[in-house]
């Protein structure tokens, strides 16, 4: 971790070990303190459900806008569900300000693929512009895979994508859900 980012960090509180890194503002700006956060967690208890026991107790963040926030910790210690919580997909106790009024991005990490074409699934509902296609074929290193599967990318990638390896789902599916929505 960078030293700048370690000067900034501010642990979420819980027992899980996760912590939030907070690079502070992407261009200068001075009065990013002033600013009103994006999205603010007071004592926060997150549960999967609302008939769950909480996986995240006494949550307190801050999110500025124009900063960079990432958040880390071990395996198995809470943040996807944080992130679920930042999104609103979740069941919170406790004062959450912010959600549903900002835009955010999110790829989930678990792949997931329809039955349709691979193109289908990499494009997703856009409309299919050849050249950005092949700059996304060639960033995902898809190019030799897709040589390799009878029929290409007009191939049906199976229920789940169930003709291609994991490491073919992860790149064929990071395309089209890799997103931000306003």
Same mark, same amino acid.
């Given at each position: ?94 004062? &959450? ?36 296609? *092949? ?9 030799? *895979? ?10 049906? &990638?199976?229920?789940?994508? &169930? ?20």
């Amino acid at each position: 971790m960078p030293p700048a980012a370690r000067k900034s960090a501010c642990a979420v509180s819980s027992e899980s070990g996760i912590e939030l890194l907070n690079s502070g503002s992407s261009p200068p700006n001075k009065d990013i303190k002033t600013k009103k956060p994006l999205i603010e967690f007071l004592n926060v208890s997150i549960t999967p459900s609302i008939d769950a026991e909480p996986i995240l107790q006494g949550v307190n963040l801050q999110i500025l806008p124009s900063t960079l926030t990432m958040v880390v910790g071990p395996v198995g210690s809470g943040k996807t569900t944080l992130l679920r919580a930042l999104l609103g997909e979740v069941h919170m106790n406790g004062t &959450a300000i912010g959600i549903d009024q900002t835009s955010a991005g999110y790829c989930d990490q678990v792949s997931w693929l329809r039955n349709i074409s691979i193109r289908d699934n990499i494009i997703g509902p856009a409309r299919f512009d050849e050249a950005w296609y *092949d700059t996304v074929l060639s960033c995902c290193l898809l190019q030799e *895979d897709l040589r390799e599967i009878s029929g290409g990318d007009t191939a049906l &990638a199976g229920s789940g994508g &169930a003709i291609l390896s994991g490491g073919q789902k992860q790149r064929v599916v990071r395309p089209s859900t890799a997103h931000i929505s306003d």
